[in-house]
C-alpha cells in the first residue's frame, strides 16, 4: 500500500494489480460524508467513514502530533488502545469495540504496526505495545516479511510498516527472525531491482507479479527505504551521501541508498510523483510525493528533496484539506525530515489544521496563526475521495482475501 492509504484500497491494488494507485481518499477524506450506519466516534481524528482506515489515520495523527511536541486528547488514545483485540491485533476498524474480536475479525498488519507505532510514541501502553508486537511477530512469513493481512504474501508496505512497529517497541528488527531465520530486510531485499534495470534500478516492487517478475513502483520503494533504515513514520535527516548513484548491494543501508535514488529521478522529472490510478495519468499523487520526500531525505539528506518539498507546500495544501488527518501527518513528516517547519507550510499551519481534525489536545506547543484555515475552502481541483470510492467500488467486495491464505484472527 501506499502507507498513507486505507485497508481498502490496499487490498484492492493488490488483487488488480494497480499498486501506486492515488490514496488521497484513503487517507480519510474530512470532505467524505459517513455512510448512514457508521457513526463516527468522538474520539476519532476525521469526519470520513472509518471503516477502512479508522486505526490507520488516528495512529499516523498521534504519530504526528507526538512528532511536533503535540500531547493528544487522552480520548483520542483510549479510542486507539480500545480497538486492540484480545491477541494484540487490530483491524482496521471496529464499530463494537466492547464486543469480543472472532474469527470473522480481519486482522491486519498495517493497522496494527501503525498502532504499535502510535501508542508508542504517546507512552504510557506498555501493554498494548507489548501485546501488539507479540501478534506482529507471529504473523511473520517464512521470507521475514510480513503481509496487508497476516498470512497473506509479503509486501514491502506491510514489512516495512511493520519493521519501524519494531524499532519504535524497543525491538532490533534484524533480530525478528522468521522460522527459516529470515529478517524483515531479508524480504525487502528479494524485493529490490538490481541497478541493471537501469531507470528502473535500485526500486522496490510491491511483490512479484505471477510470474515472479518485479516490477519498479514507486509507492513500495518509499516504503521500503524507511523498512531498510529500522524507522517509522517520522524519520530525521539523513546524511547526504558521496554519490547520488545506484550501486549494487542486499545490505540495508545499500536498499536504503538505492531505493532513495530511484526516488530522487521519479522527483527529479516532475518534481512531483504521478498517479497511476487508470484515466489519471498527468494527476499528481500527493502523498506518495510527500513519502518520497520524507524517505529520500532520511536516507540522502535534504539537497535532494528541496525543489519537491517546495511544490508540495504550494500545491498539497488543498489536498490535506479534503483528504484529513493522515493526509496533514503526511505532509507534517516530510517537513520533519526535511528540517522544515510544519507550522509553516507555505503559510500553513499543518499541526493546527491536524489537531482540529479531532478531540483538542491536551497540551500543545505554540503554533503560527490558523486563520488560512478559515479561509481554505479546501479546493485544489479533483475530488480525489469520489474516485478512490468509485475505484474500490469497481473492484468489489471480494478482494481481501482473493488469491491469497485465509487469515488467522
Not at 99 to 110: M, R, V
Amino acid at each position: 500500500m501506499n502507507i498513507r492509504r486505507s485497508a481498502a484500497l490496499i487490498a484492492a491494488t493488490v488483487a488488480i494489480g494497480a499498486v501506486g494507485a492515488q490514496a488521497a481518499a484513503a487517507d480519510g477524506a474530512d470532505s467524505a460524508s459517513p455512510s448512514p450506519k457508521v457513526v463516527v466516534p468522538s474520539g476519532l481524528y476525521g469526519k470520513g467513514d472509518p471503516t477502512y482506515d479508522g486505526v490507520w489515520r488516528q495512529s499516523l495523527a498521534l504519530v504526528a502530533q507526538d512528532t511536533v511536541g503535540v500531547k493528544p486528547a487522552q480520548k483520542a488514545v483510549d479510542w486507539l488502545a480500545g480497538q486492540q483485540c484480545e491477541n494484540g491485533g487490530f483491524a482496521a476498524y471496529r464499530a463494537e469495540p466492547g464486543k469480543p474480536c472472532d474469527a470473522k475479525t480481519k486482522i491486519d498488519s498495517n493497522a496494527t504496526a501503525a498502532a504499535v507505532q502510535a501508542l508508542a510514541a504517546v507512552g504510557g501502553r506498555d501493554g498494548e505495545v507489548r501485546a501488539g508486537v507479540d501478534r506482529l511477530k507471529k504473523g511473520q512469513n517464512a521470507d521475514g516479511g510480513w503481509g496487508y493481512s497476516l498470512g497473506m504474501d509479503s509486501d514491502a508496505n506491510s514489512t516495512s510498516v511493520v519493521i519501524g512497529a519494531l524499532a519504535a517497541a524497543g525491538e532490533k528488527p534484524s533480530e525478528v527472525k522468521s522460522g527459516k531465520g529470515k529478517t524483515g530486510t531479508d524480504a525487502l531485499a528479494s524485493l529490490a531491482l538490481p541497478c541493471s534495470k537501469g531507470k528502473d534500478g535500485g526500486a522496490l516492487a510491491y511483490q512479484p507479479d505471477k510470474k515472479g517478475e518485479l516490477a519498479a513502483n514507486a509507492d513500495a520503494t518509499a516504503a521500503g527505504v524507511l523498512g531498510a533504515l529500522g524507522t517509522g513514520f517520522a524519520p530525521g535527516k539523513g546524511k547526504a551521501p558521496d554519490a547520488y548513484t545506484c550501486e549494487d548491494g542486499k545490505s540495508p543501508e545499500a536498499i536504503a541508498h538505492n531505493g532513495a535514488v530511484y526516488l530522487q529521478n521519479q522527483l527529479d522529472t516532475h518534481l512531483y510523483l504521478k498517479s497511476q490510478l487508470a484515466g489519471s495519468t498527468d494527476q499528481p499523487d500527493y502523498g506518495n510525493t510527500a513519502d518520497a520526500v520524507t524517505s529520500v531525505a532520511a536516507a540522502e539528506g535534504v539537497k535532494a528533496t528541496k525543489d519537491s518539498y517546495t511544490w508540495l507546500e504550494k500545491n498539497a495544501k488543498g489536498w490535506a484539506a479534503q483528504t484529513g488527518p493522515a493526509a496533514y501527518a503526511e505532509l507534517i513528516f516530510a517537513a520533519h525530515a526535511t528540517g522544515n517547519d510544519p507550522r509553516d507550510f507555505g503559510g500553513k499551519d499543518l499541526v493546527a489544521a491536524l489537531n482540529k481534525t479531532g478531540p483538542e489536545p491536551a497540551s500543545a506547543k505554540s503554533s503560527a496563526s490558523d486563520s488560512d484555515e478559515k479561509k481554505d475552502d479546501g479546493g485544489g481541483g479533483t475530488n480525489w475521495w469520489i474516485i478512490g470510492v468509485m475505484f474500490i467500488a469497481a473492484v468489489g467486495a471480494g478482494f481481501l482475501l482473493s488469491g491469497r491464505k485465509k487469515q488467522q484472527p
